[in-house]
């Protein structure tokens, strides 16, 4: 383990210094697509204004004999684009494949002054952190890049669940973790067929009513990702950096993607993933703060003044706690609003219908 007095010194000569806390940038939606893909990729100049995060995935998806097409398909796409105050991201392939290590001697190489964050698969532990750490500080050292990499982690094995302290806290460079529903399902043995959402067999049922054990009770279909979405929250939050849910497979079905992404936002992630074009209005929706709760965090935290001691508003008791809650609400909303025009003016307009 590397002593904390050492975290923040480079970890090869001539590399960046490490960043001290993670930037807290709208990051919404993260939108995969395949570079390799054409027409996705022509896609891509257009989906850059409308999203938070580009992402381009090199790893699951990609088909074996594509996964060199995906590589030189980012760099071009890097190259030839100015995405402005959008992020780019690259999911790179897992650490025990055999192109994970081109990917990122080629991305750091020739686009690291493009990246944001770099997605690294299946992590199973602080080793896993550890070994694309001193990776990308000799990469960034040999490319003269004068900004780090940040990495982001996918929790999608039992181990990275179990480890996913440790993994938050692995590395300066952690910028967040995200659920990948499909792999930790493989890896728990899980028997569910799905990419993330809920399943109808995993529920709770009411008490019998009489003595027939199937009349009038009613059943209510449960979180499968409740457990493991909290306590990615907590481990993100302990270490500074942020939560996001993942993918929602089941692209037609809007409604519930809508459900599975709200749960997360409630829950304290950030942000999520847009599969498909279609997801990323539901991603924008969800995870940007409603106008009402918006005008509410701003009454409350204009009445209680230096934020101690308690007041009364519409018959609810708002004390210290209350009031850190509305800033983070409000923080929020001021944070969107300033990259989202159309949202200033929503919250604008609720804050105002609220003071008259
Ligand atoms: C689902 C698919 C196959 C349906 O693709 P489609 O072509 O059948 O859909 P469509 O509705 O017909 O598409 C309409 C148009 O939108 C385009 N399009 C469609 N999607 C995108 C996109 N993302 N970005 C940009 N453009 C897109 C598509 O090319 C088409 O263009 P066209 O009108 O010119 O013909 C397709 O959307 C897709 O491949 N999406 C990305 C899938 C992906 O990245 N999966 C990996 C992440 S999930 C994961 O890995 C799991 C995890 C975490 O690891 C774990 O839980 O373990
Ligand atoms: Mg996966």
Not at 115 to 120: G, P, Q, R, T, Y
Not at 161 to 176: C, F, H, K
Not at 246 to 265: H, K, M, T
């Amino acid at each position: 383990m590397r002593s904390p007095k050492d975290f923040f010194a480079p970890l090869a000569v001539g590399a960046p210094d490490p960043v001290r806390e993670i930037p807290a940038l709208p990051s919404r939606m993260i939108h995969f697509f395949d570079p390799g893909n054409e027409k996705m990729a022509a896609k891509v100049p257009d989906l850059a204004k409308k999203v938070d995060v580009l992402l381009g995935n090199l790893e699951d998806a990609v088909r074996a004999d594509r996964k060199e097409a995906a590589r030189a398909g980012l760099v071009s796409i890097a190259k030839a684009n100015d995405f402005g105050a959008t992020q780019l991201w690259t999911r790179v392939n897992s650490l025990d494949s055999p192109w994970v290590l081109d990917d990122l001697t080629t991305l750091v190489t020739e686009i690291g002054d493009k990246l944001d964050v770099i997605m690294v698969p299946k992590v199973e532990g602080a080793q896993d952190i550890h070994y694309v750490d001193r990776l990308l500080a000799q990469l960034e050292a040999r490319a003269g890049l004068r900004r780090p990499l940040l990495v982001h982690a996918i929790l999608e094995t039992a181990s990275g669940v179990a480890n996913v302290e440790e993994i938050a806290g692995a590395s300066p460079r952690m910028q967040g973790i995200s659920l990948g529903p499909a792999d930790l399902a493989a890896s728990r043995r899980m028997k569910t067929t799905r990419v993330g959402g809920g399943h109808p067999g995993y529920l709770v049922r009411t008490d019998p009513v009489g003595e027939d054990l199937h009349e009038g009770r009613t059943t209510y279909q449960q979180d499968l990702w409740h457990y493991t979405v909290a306590r990615m929250v907590d481990a993100c939050v302990m270490h500074g950096i942020l939560p996001y849910y993942g993918p929602f497979g089941d692209i037609r079905d809007v409604v519930a993607c809508e459900d599975q992404f709200r749960n997360a936002f409630l829950l304290g992630c950030v942000g999520t993933w847009s599969l498909h074009p279609v997801q990323i209005d539901i991603a924008k929706r969800v995870f940007s703060p409603d106008p009402k709760d918006v005008a509410w965090a701003r009454r409350v935290i204009a009445a209680m003044g230096d934020g101690t001691g308690a007041v009364m508003i519409d018959g609810k008791m708002q004390d210290d706690a209350s009031f850190k809650q509305c800033r983070v609400v409000a923080e929020l909303a001021d944070a969107l609003a300033e990259r989202d025009p159309e949202l200033k003016e929503a919250y604008d307009e609720a804050t105002k219908e609220v003071q008259q």
